[in-house]
């Protein structure tokens, strides 16, 4: 955590974005990365910032976050009053909207607000749990995406969140995802550069850093 502004320089113009999870210790049990630190993360790097609400009245918190300089704001239905209102502030506010789908989310043609996202983030693992493998489900969920995406002719990213480790990111690639946000597998890599090179070079995954503690 003491070296995160230099991670953060070595690591800018190589990670198409970082992630960042605000946590206000409702939703889980940890307090993580405020709005103060998202505007210093701001200043610090070109590269855009695409931050996690984990908040229990996000409504309140997503003009602020785009306002700490966040371009892609990801919102969970189950802390929302109202996902879809939420989603469309995002976006009417310049951010993008990214709708998070946790491992119990239900994922057909009625239950989402198909049209309202441009991104979807899959939970890979269980939320505010750390350490543990990518839920075995994960690539049939991405399918299942693809495949209303197809049919529902809509426009959106598949990226997935967790449990993202060298042996996970091939099968996410060839079940169709458009992005992993990895954290150790880059941060803790003894050259993060060739890591993020190594996860660049399965097409089309896109590497999203996530900036978090240790």
Do not use: Y
Request: aromatic fraction near 4%; proline fraction near 6%; charge should be negative.
């Amino acid at each position: 955590m003491l070296t995160l502004k230099s991670a953060i320089g070595a690591l800018s113009g190589h990670a198409d974005e970082f992630h960042l999870d605000v946590m206000d210790g409702n939703c889980v049990p940890d307090i993580l990365f405020g709005l103060d630190f998202v505007a210093a993360m701001r200043a610090v790097t070109d590269t855009p910032l695409d931050v996690h609400l984990m908040t229990r009245t996000t409504a309140e918190w997503i003009d602020r976050t785009v306002a700490a300089g966040a371009a892609r704001l990801a919102v969970h239905a189950d802390f929302c009053e109202d996902v879809e209102a939420a989603l469309g502030r995002i976006e009417t506010l310049g951010a993008t909207p990214v709708l998070v789908l946790p491992l119990q989310a239900a994922i057909d043609e009625t239950s989402l607000p198909w049209g309202a996202f441009r991104r979807v983030l899959l939970m890979g693992t269980e939320i505010g749990i750390k350490g543990v493998g990518l839920d075995a489900r994960i690539p049939e969920r991405i399918r299942t995406l693809l495949e209303l995406r197809a049919k529902l002719g809509a426009e959106f990213e598949i990226f997935v969140d967790g449990g993202i480790r060298r042996e996970t990111v091939a099968p996410l690639a060839a079940a169709g995802a458009d992005g992993v946000v990895p954290g150790s597998l880059v941060l803790r890599a003894p050259d993060p550069l060739a890591a993020l090179a190594w996860i660049h070079s399965l097409v089309p995954l896109q590497p999203v850093l996530e900036e978090r503690t240790p």
